[in-house]
C-alpha cells in the first residue's frame, strides 16, 4: 500500500516473536517508539516474555529505576524539545553513574512527525578520563 508500519504493529511483531522463545531464556527489555499517521507518537515497552506495554514513558534496563527517579520527579507534559532532551541526559547520566552495570554511552534521539534524528552522544569513559586529565594538570599547577 506504500504506507510505513505503524509503531504499534512493529511492537506487536517483535513482541509476537519473543513469546515464540520465551523458554529459551532469552533477556530483552526494549522500548519501540515512532510516530505514524495512525497512532501519532507512541511509545512501547517489549520483553523476552513477549510483554507488550503502551505507554508515555518508560525506562529499561538495571539502571532504570535511577533514570524513572529523575524523571518521575522532573518531567512536565509541556516541555520544550530541549527541555526535554536535557531532562533525558540528566536522567541517563543518573542511571549511569548509579548503576555498575549499565552502560557508559549516551545516545537520544528526538522523534517527530518528521522523523528521528540524533541530538546528542556521550561516551561517559572519555569524559571521565578528560576531567581526571584536567584535574591532574591544575595539580601540577
Known amino acids: 500500500e506504500g504506507r510505513s508500519i505503524t509503531v504499534a504493529r512493529a511492537s506487536k511483531i517483535l513482541s509476537s516473536a519473543l513469546y515464540e522463545y520465551r523458554g529459551l531464556q532469552l533477556s530483552v527489555g526494549t522500548m519501540i517508539m515512532g510516530y505514524d499517521d495512525i497512532g501519532g507518537a507512541s511509545i512501547y515497552y517489549v520483553d523476552s516474555s513477549g510483554t507488550r506495554i503502551g505507554g508515555d514513558m518508560f525506562s529499561v534496563g538495571s539502571g532504570s529505576t535511577f ?75
Open 67 to 141: 533514570a524513572l527517579a529523575i524523571l518521575d520527579t522532573e518531567r512536565r507534559y509541556e516541555m520544550t524539545e530541549e527541555e526535554a532532551i536535557a531532562l533525558g541526559i540528566k536522567a541517563i547520566r543518573h542511571a549511569t553513574f548509579r548503576d555498575a552495570y549499565s552502560g557508559g554511552y549516551i545516545g537520544v534521539y528526538l522523534i517527530t512527525k518528521e522523523g528521528w534524528k540524533k541530538v546528542f552522544s556521550e561516551d561517559l569513559a572519555l569524559s571521565a578520563d578528560n576531567l581526571l586529565k584536567k584535574e591532574d594538570a591544575a595539580s601540577i599547577q
